[in-house]
Every structure is written in structure tokens, then in C-alpha cells.
């Protein structure tokens, strides 16, 4: 991704309340442009992304979406991001978008997952017009092992 797309989205996170990210498999993981993409989101709009809410998705021709899914949620993890889960691994299986409309299992996750994020997104925003605010993030310690 370029740097020009990358600093548009991280403008857009400021403002925006939550995000999905998602990848095709490639070799068990995700593809390359999306890590190489979140890295540098991660670097130019980090604070932009604590306590939003945030939701992974994968699609596969058959296999490597829980390994794939495991890499996008430690962006969430790491951010402080609000989690949104289904009614089981979202992912959907298929080697063509028409495949994937075939996808009936997957295609329910899908739309699971886009109704809990709906609805987590106004539970915070009642908090907020309630007077809860989200938690103080404190400074980042950061340690290594090495003496």
C-alpha cells in the first residue's frame, strides 16, 4: 500500500467508530498487502484505534483462515480494540465470489458478526451518553528479557 492510502485511512480512523479487517488466505496466513497495510496503519494511526471497535474476517479456498484470523486479531489485541465475535470463526470458504455465495454457514457468520458489531457499537455509544467513559490508557512500559 502506499503511503497515500495508508495516511487517508489513518485521517478516516479518527472519526470513525469501529473497523473490519479482512484477507484472503495466502499460504495459511494473510496476504501480504493487508499485514504490510496494517503495519503501517498500526504505526501512523495506533491511537486512533483504542477502544474502537474492530472485527477480522478471512476467505478461503479451503484451509489457513484460523491462522489468518489469529494475525488480524493481535492488531485488535494490541490497540485496545473492542473484539466483535460470531457464532463461530468468521470466515467463508469458496475459490470465487460466486463460490461464496454458496457459502451458507459462512454467509450466516457474516451476517452474525454484522449485527453484534451494530449492536456493540450502540451499547458504547448509550455508555457514552450515559456518562461512561472508556478507560484511561496508561504510558506503554516496555520491557525486554535480555540482562
Known sequence: P?????DAVAEKMKAAD???????VYWASP????????????????????????ATVASARRAGTTATLDVLNKY??????VSVASNYWPMVHGNTPEEVKKDEEG???MRTLGRNMAWILKCIEAGKKA???APATEAKIMTNFIR
Open 2 to 6: 502506499d503511503d497515500a492510502t495508508v
Open 18 to 24: 469501529g473497523l473490519v479487517i479482512g484477507s484472503p
Open 31 to 54: 496476504s501480504g498487502e493487508i499485514i504490510s497495510f496494517m503495519d503501517k496503519l498500526a504505526g501512523k494511526a495506533g491511537a486512533s484505534l483504542t477502544h474502537k471497535v474492530g
Open 76 to 81: 485488535l489485541a494490541y490497540h485496545q480494540m
Open 107 to 109: 454467509l450466516q457468520i
Open 131 to 133: 456518562g461512561i467513559d
